[in-house]
């Protein structure tokens, strides 16, 4: 069936590092990959996302690559700062058959100051 | 634009009693999925409404239904409540169906089930 793996489950992090978060999916009909990140009680929201036409995205400091032959695809946020602390999801969904999103487990990101 | 709204926001409900959970998208926006927050599963996705049709479903009990209005609010119902049904549950909206746009989500509704 359809699965999403995220890895790692939890990630601490110098401020100024950086920060990779790794997905992998099973649905190879899987066409669109969103991240979204997730504060402490609030809603989920998207970060990036990425298409399967494209291999890398890139907006200021968060990139995203996708390996569609290895069905991967990684989030990277460079230079971390304190307030990039939150849980990070990677989903996936076969865009052209509706919004259907096959959410992988989370990442629990912590930047230190 | 205002956001995608649910109510209500925080609720308590006793096994075997119903529920009906409430979202109003964004203006214009006519796609709106269900999806349950649980620490232990994760975000699930529950279902997809286009056009008062259900497109998708996901992989819950039929105690879970849903429906869509004309004006593209949705309010999904889970009936016979169980402990487990406890719960964040989100909705999304996007501006159409098999677009893969970017899916807004609204705060939530905290279901408690006691």
């Known amino acids: 069936g359809e699965n999403v793996e995220q890895h790692p489950s939890t990630l601490s992090v110098q401020e100024g590092d950086s920060a990779v978060i790794k997905c992998t999916y099973s649905d190879s009909a899987s066409n669109y990959f969103p991240w979204y990140k997730q504060e402490l009680g609030k809603r989920p929201q998207l970060i990036i996302d990425i298409r399967s036409n494209v291999g890398e995205k890139k907006d200021q400091r968060i990139a995203v690559t996708l390996n569609k032959t290895a069905k991967h695809f990684s989030l990277h946020i460079t230079e971390t700062q304190p307030e990039d602390s939150a849980v990070y999801f990677c989903a996936a969904s076969r865009g052209n058959q509706g919004g259907k999103l096959i959410f992988g487990q989370g990442t629990e990101l912590s930047v230190k100051p | 634009k205002a956001g995608v709204t649910q109510t209500p926001r925080y609720l308590i409900k006793t096994r075997g009693q119903q529920v009906t959970l409430s979202c109003s998208p964004i203006?214009?926006?006519?796609?709106v999925s269900w999806y349950q927050q649980t620490p232990g599963q994760g975000l699930q996705f529950l279902f997809e409404?286009?056009?008062?049709?259900?497109?998708n479903k996901g992989n819950f009990p039929g105690r879970f239904s849903g429906r869509q209005f004309s004006n593209s609010r949705s309010e999904m119902n889970v009936s016979t409540l169980e402990l487990g049904d406890s719960a964040l549950y989100l909705c999304a909206s996007s501006t159409q169906w098999g677009a893969a746009d970017e899916q807004f989500f609204g705060p939530g509704t905290r279901l408690t089930v006691l």
């Open positions: 409404y286009f056009s008062e049709t259900q497109r």
């Open positions: 203006s214009g926006h006519r796609s």
